[in-house]
């Protein structure tokens, strides 16, 4: 054999039902875009969950004292006496090639009083100029943040609300201190923050991380946590498993731990989405067999009187098959040209510019994670392939049966007509 | 058994068919030998089983019962696709209907099996066009099927036929449908390419046209060889 004449025939009968043809190839790259698109918007709601979830406060990964967590009791600090000790400690975080930025942190509870009003809440100590870098929530919407060791303070809108105070105005501040005693003193309000997250708004104050640390009876060296900034919010867990070791051997007791073990709701509601999107790939390419396995069966069954002469000529059975499987091979690859064509346009479009649905809807938050009402598409790459890969096996799949059934075919009784 | 000057051989070859529980033998205890080149007519009326016959010595078909040799070949047994390889290149048929595909030209139609010889195209078509101009098809090369008469068309099945120059032809009432004028004029053909070539031909027909110029008539009756009579005037 010199060269397989059945690429020939199976190329020129696929123009002969030019019309089945399209609309079979059509139906797949319609399969191929709802896959990808569908995909890709999930994707890109998982992603902008994760990313609201962590970077408002919590970061993609923490470093806690051991037994900080759960309870976050004021005494679990970890550091040392002075300001070295936790610059030493950030060089060792951001040291990792997947950490763009590290910032410190002390937390303390406690009272918030105006002249009329007083309400329970969280002091959070930040290092402002690093903070920045690391949250969104040092993105003040009026005023300034705390200057360093000035007694000056953040609050939500909410807080400020329920307090009635604006920017200028002055708090009163109390609250447990490490040696037992009751730490207070005097803030005035420099900014306000709205986060979209009312109960963080009416409890979270920011003041800067060395008052905190006065406030409360700590070292300048001590700390509650070190909030990191991981790129791919997927590679946190590699990165808190580099920095372990490295935390260990440089002799402080502390740990890192990714967003994935602080919030393993999200990490769930991805996984849920992952298998969803499985399932969507079934569904869609299930639907399709049927829709092409019709089609070769119709499109086999009007030319069973050309396989049978071809088989009673001499063609080997494998022969008949290799050429409707060639039929199949070469509408998978029109069909994913098509779906690559079609669906491109739309992707680009949606990642680069994501449909802002805020006319018909605010912002949500779901599992303790604000979604804004932005429709991001992720370019999913995964899913392009799988889609593709299916989308062929789809073809080849839907072919065989009606392949092996023209390859059958009694030669003598069907060019007979029987 | 591997004596090539012998074409086909059966031995008690039986087909039977089945019709809602009754049997029906198609072929019945068929012993035959036909020679290399010979020029042999299935002579019989309708529904004696000449069709069934031709299906089982071209293998199409598998027996009931009895035995195939093809060119001292026992191929009552072999598997599909080496009976696909012997038909390929040794065996030629022309059927009842003229079975050509319709969205061919006569050359691409004529060209069949040497496209599934593997033969490259310009061989194919250069021997397609020689073989055209031998048998009165010149300058049709590119018809389809439906714009050729009865006759041509007919001639095409015979050109797609020997056209991979096969030891043997099978030709299934090759005159049914052709005047006498256009059914003397294939017959020519036939008959040209039996004493040139050697090809070995044989008809299933009722056709007396035909039967006239056979070398060697079979009588089919029910199914059953009836006669065999060897005219004398033959040229082999
Ligand atoms: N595939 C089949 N299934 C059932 N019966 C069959 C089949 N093929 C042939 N027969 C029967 O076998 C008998 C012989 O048929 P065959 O076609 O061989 O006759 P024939 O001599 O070629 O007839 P004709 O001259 O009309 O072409 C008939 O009774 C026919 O009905
Ligand atoms: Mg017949």
């Known amino acids: 054999m010199k060269k397989s004449p059945w690429w020939t025939i199976g190329w020129r009968n696929m123009g002969r039902s030019r019309r089945r043809t399209y609309i079979t190839a059509a139906a797949l790259a319609g399969g191929y875009f709802s896959i990808v698109v569908l995909v890709g918007l999930s994707r890109g709601i998982v992603a902008e969950m994760i990313a609201n979830g962590t970077d408002l406060i919590a970061g993609q990964l923490q470093v806690h004292a051991p037994d900080y967590l759960p309870d976050k009791s004021i005494y679990e600090t970890f550091g040392g006496v002075d300001r070295a000790s936790i610059d030493s400690l950030l060089t060792i975080v951001e040291s990792d090639p997947d950490i763009s930025a590290a910032a410190p942190r002390v937390y303390a509870g406690g009272l918030i009083g105006s002249d009329n009003f007083t309400v329970p809440g969280q002091l959070m100590g930040v290092d402002v100029d690093r903070e920045s870098s690391v949250s969104r929530i040092v993105r003040v919407d009026e005023g300034r943040l705390p200057r360093p060791g000035t007694n000056e303070a953040v609050l939500g809108g909410e807080m400020a609300r329920q307090l009635e105070v604006a920017i200028g105005d002055e708090l009163v501040v109390v609250a447990p201190s490490v040696d037992g005693s009751m730490g207070n003193d005097l803030f005035t309000v420099v900014g306000i923050y709205n986060s979209g997250i009312v109960e963080l708004d009416a409890t979270t104050v920011i003041v800067s991380i060395e008052a905190l640390q006065y406030l409360i009876f700590l070292d300048e060296g001590q700390i509650h946590e070190i909030a990191a900034v991981v790129l791919d919010p997927w590679d946190a867990e590699d990165a808190a498993d580099r920095l372990n070791p490295l935390l260990q051997s440089s002799g402080h007791e502390a740990e890192a731990v990714p967003w994935t073990e602080l919030r393993p709701e999200l990490v769930e509601y991805a996984n849920l989405v992952s298998a969803s999107e499985f399932i969507i790939v079934i569904v869609v390419f299930g639907m399709a067999i049927f829709g092409v396995a019709n089609t070769m069966l119709m499109a086999t069954y009007e030319r069973r009187r050309e396989f049978a002469l071809l088989l009673a000529l001499g063609a080997s059975p494998w022969g008949v098959i290799k050429s409707v499987l060639a039929e199949a091979i070469a509408l998978g690859f029109i069909s994913i040209l098509a779906g690559v064509v079609f669906t491109a346009p739309f992707l680009i479009w949606w990642h680069v510019a994501p449909l802002d649905l805020s006319f018909a809807s605010g912002g949500f938050s779901m599992s303790g994670s604000y979604v804004s009402p932005v429709l991001r598409v992720e370019y999913p790459w995964s899913a392009i392939v799988v889609a593709s890969v299916s989308l062929f096996g789809t073809a080849v799949l839907a072919a065989t049966y009606p392949a092996i059934r023209s390859a059958r075919l009694p030669a003598a009784d069907t060019l007979a007509g029987r | 058994m591997s004596d090539k000057t012998i074409a ?97 030209t006569a050359a691409e139609n004529a060209e069949l099996s040497l496209l599934l010889q593997g033969m490259d195209p310009a061989e194919r078509r250069q021997r397609v066009l020689d073989l055209f101009g031998r048998i009165g098809l010149n300058g049709l090369e590119d018809r389809k099927p439906n714009k050729l008469s009865g006759g041509q068309q007919q001639r095409v099945a015979v050109a797609r036929a020997v056209v991979g120059e096969p030891a043997m032809v ?15 004029e294939l017959l020519d053909v036939m008959e040209e390419l039996n004493r040139d070539l050697g090809v070995t031909f044989v008809f299933a027909t009722h056709d007396p046209r035909l039967m006239e110029r056979a070398h060697r008539i079979v009588h089919i009756v029910d199914g059953a060889v009836a006669s065999d009579e060897v005219k004398t005037v033959q040229n082999a």
């Open chain 2, 8 to 104: 086909v051989k059966t031995e008690n070859l039986w087909k039977t068919y089945e019709h809602d529980g009754i049997e029906v033998h198609a072929v019945r205890d068929v012993s035959l030998t036909i020679n290399s080149g010979e020029f042999v007519a299935l002579a019989g009326p309708s529904g004696s089983g000449k069709t069934t016959l031709l299906n089982l010595i071209g293998t199409l078909t598998r027996s009931t019962q009895g035995k195939v040799w093809i060119a001292g070949r026992d191929v009552t047994n072999e598997p599909e696709g080496v009976l696909a390889r012997l038909r390929l290149q040794s065996i030629g048929f022309v059927f009842q209907a003229y079975n050509l595909l319709p969205i061919l």
């Open chain 2, 170 to 184: 099978l030709a299934d009432e090759p005159t049914a449908n052709l005047d006498s004028h256009a059914s003397d």
